[in-house]
């Protein structure tokens, strides 16, 4: 059983904007526009922060295609407890449609406005390596569309890729393969489906 229960002053200052990317929006005549969003690190050391995590997991996993975002939670708690002796390298991203201004703290996030979740570890001589992504399941193929928004899980992953400045390795689900290939610049790793990686 995970405690969440922190009663110690965390260290970290929480959440924090690492940059932005272009998605799309479903316009109301139809069509998908480019639109605006933040890329954000999360802390899940800083309770604000794994509550948020925490919120999404819950209303994300009810749904069809959410069940990557149990993962990711699962990841947090680790960090948050230090259980896992790499927890100091792992981090966890976020993409929110909510405006947030350069260089200011951000206090707390609308949870509903989380649009892709990611957690991510940072390696010293080899391949960084994506943990896990998941995209908010309104936005993603498991739901018939129109989709609110389009486009957030490939941003995303190319944010985080572009963000270590280096190779970056993962292993897909079995239902995702076809979602890495689209993508077009992923390929499988050491003869195996699932383990691919990107230069």
């Known amino acids: 059983m995970i405690s969440t229960n922190y009663n110690t002053p965390s260290p970290a200052?929480?959440?924090h904007r690492v940059g932005e990317v272009i998605i799309r929006?479903?316009?109301k005549g139809g069509e998908y526009l480019p639109s605006e969003a933040n890329v954000i690190e999360l802390t899940p050391r800083y309770v604000p922060d794994f509550k948020l995590i925490e919120t999404v997991a819950d209303?994300?996993?009810r749904k069809k295609g959410g069940h990557i975002v149990s993962d990711i939670y699962h990841e947090a708690c680790k960090i948050a407890e230090r259980t896992d002796k790499d927890w100091e390298y792992k981090r966890i991203f976020a993409i929110t449609t909510e405006t947030v201004e350069k260089g200011k703290k951000i206090k707390k996030l609308d949870p509903k406005k989380i649009q892709g979740l990611a957690s991510w570890v940072e390696r010293n001589g080899k391949r960084?390596?994506?943990?896990w992504l998941q995209s908010n399941p309104a936005t993603n193929h498991y739901e018939k569309g129109p989709h609110p928004y389009a486009g957030v899980g490939k941003?995303?992953?190319?944010?985080?890729?572009?963000?270590?400045?280096?190779?970056?390795e993962f292993n897909s689900a079995k239902d995702a393969v076809d979602f890495y290939k689209k993508i077009g610049c992923y390929r499988p790793?050491?003869?195996?489906?699932?383990f691919m990686y990107l230069d």
Do not use: Q
């Open 13 to 15: 200052f929480g959440a």
């Open 59 to 61: 209303t994300w996993a």
């Open 155 to 168: 941003k995303l992953l190319m944010f985080i890729r572009n963000f270590g400045e280096k190779p970056m």
């Open 128 to 131: 960084n390596y994506l943990s």
């Open 25 to 27: 929006k479903l316009s």
């Open 189 to 194: 790793y050491e003869n195996s489906k699932y």
